[in-house]
Nanobody, 125 residues
Framework: VQLQASGGGLVQAGGSLRLSCAAS????????MGWFRQAPGKEREFVAA???????TSYADSVKGRFTISGDIKNVLYLQMNSLKPEDTGVYFC????????????????????WGQGTLVTVSS
């Protein structure tokens, strides 16, 4: 199973970007997919996730109201990022797991079994 993230780039503060993540490879059915990010010198942190059976979504407090996660979860995942801030700068990774994670597990990177290679987002001030 491969996850391919794309859509990163350089944008000014206040601008928008849309990230995509496509799953390919052997038959794979994700029931939880998420986005994480890692800024230089910092640990990887949770951004947003979506779960099957109703499309339940979760967001980090720092992105609520600005980012929207969507997708058909089985094959493709999106992250619409609006009102970007310099502190949103980092490498964004998509992650997936065949389990429908319980809500308390969703923000934890070690719960996800599959990861993409990351796409760089740079927000200039």
């Amino acid at each position: 199973v491969q996850l391919q993230a794309s859509g990163g780039g350089l944008v000014q503060a206040g601008g928008s970007l849309r990230l995509s993540c496509a799953a390919s490879g052997r038959t794979f059915s994700a029931n939880t997919m998420g986005w994480f990010r890692q800024a230089p010198g910092k640990e990887r942190e949770f951004v947003a996730a979506i779960r099957s059976s109703g499309g339940s979504t979760s967001y980090a407090d720092s992105v609520k109201g600005r980012f929207t996660i969507s997708g058909d979860i089985k094959n493709v995942l999106y992250l619409q990022m609006n009102s970007l801030k310099p502190e949103d700068t980092g490498v964004y990774f998509c992650a997936a797991d065949p389990r429908r994670l319980i809500l308390s597990s969703v923000p934890h990177a070690n719960e996800y079994g599959y990861w993409g290679q990351g796409t760089l987002v740079t927000v200039s001030s």
